[in-house]
């Protein structure tokens, strides 16, 4: 949506392993961003970054990575150690204008 | 952490009705924006106001921020059944030392036909 590709649109993790769920943006935003999303709730920001080889940890980085070696890219791995990675997954960008542009997320299951 | 909390949780009406719905946040904001969710959808950005705003309209929306009572008021005119969606407030907050919006938990709107 908007410019910003997140793929795939389902993904399903088994037990132990790590799973990578894409985001890339043709908005020539600086900043990206993770957020997660539980039913009926709010977004929870899981690691963000202002640019290119730099990122944070929001309020919820245990057990997710991240990395942002290009402006277009930032994946986001949801480690084995991420008890409770069921969720839907939204990635966002921004320029200087302060809104922010969502992709349409990625819905995380575990098998 | 969760910095604005909107209210109410959900909202039933019919069309052509309007339909408020409030947010409450806790510290001092740059900016609060209000999105908008599909089921099962990313998030589309609908307002931003200014700290040192108090109203802002974009067609059949109105928004009202007072940063005393830290609330803000998002109004739908004249509803209409694809209005149905979830509506999220977010502040901007840049003095947290991170430029991340910070989300409420939602209110669920349903413009009955």
């Known amino acids: 949506d908007g410019g910003i590709t997140q793929s795939p649109k389902y993904l399903f993790r088994k037990e132990g392993q790590n799973v990578t769920l894409s985001c890339e943006q043709n908005l020539n935003h600086d900043a990206m961003y993770w957020y997660r999303q539980d039913p009926g709730q709010g977004l929870r920001l899981i690691y963000y970054?202002?640019?290119?080889?730099?990122?944070q940890k929001g309020d919820i980085a245990e057990g997710y990575s991240v990395s942002r070696e290009k402006k277009e890219s930032f994946p986001l791995t949801v480690t084995s150690a991420q008890k409770n990675p069921t969720a839907f997954y939204l990635c966002a960008s921004s320029g200087g204008m302060g809104n922010k542009h969502f992709g349409a997320g990625t819905r995380l299951s575990v098998l | 952490s969760q910095q604005g909390e909107e209210d109410p949780q959900a909202l039933s009406i019919q069309e052509g009705e309007n339909a408020t719905m409030n947010c409450s946040y806790k510290?001092?904001?740059?900016?609060l924006q209000w999105y908008r969710q599909n089921s099962g959808r990313g998030l589309v950005h609908l307002i931003l106001i200014r700290s040192n705003e108090r109203e802002k309209h974009s067609g059949r929306l109105r928004v009202t921020l007072d940063t005393s009572k830290k609330s803000s008021s998002l109004l739908i005119t004249a509803s209409r059944a694809a209005d149905t969606a979830s509506y999220f407030c977010a502040t901007d907050a840049w003095d947290t030392g991170r430029r991340a919006l910070t989300f409420g938990s939602g209110t669920r709107l349903q413009v009955q036909p």
């Open positions: 970054s202002q640019i290119v080889n730099d990122f």
């Open positions: 510290t001092s904001i740059n900016n």
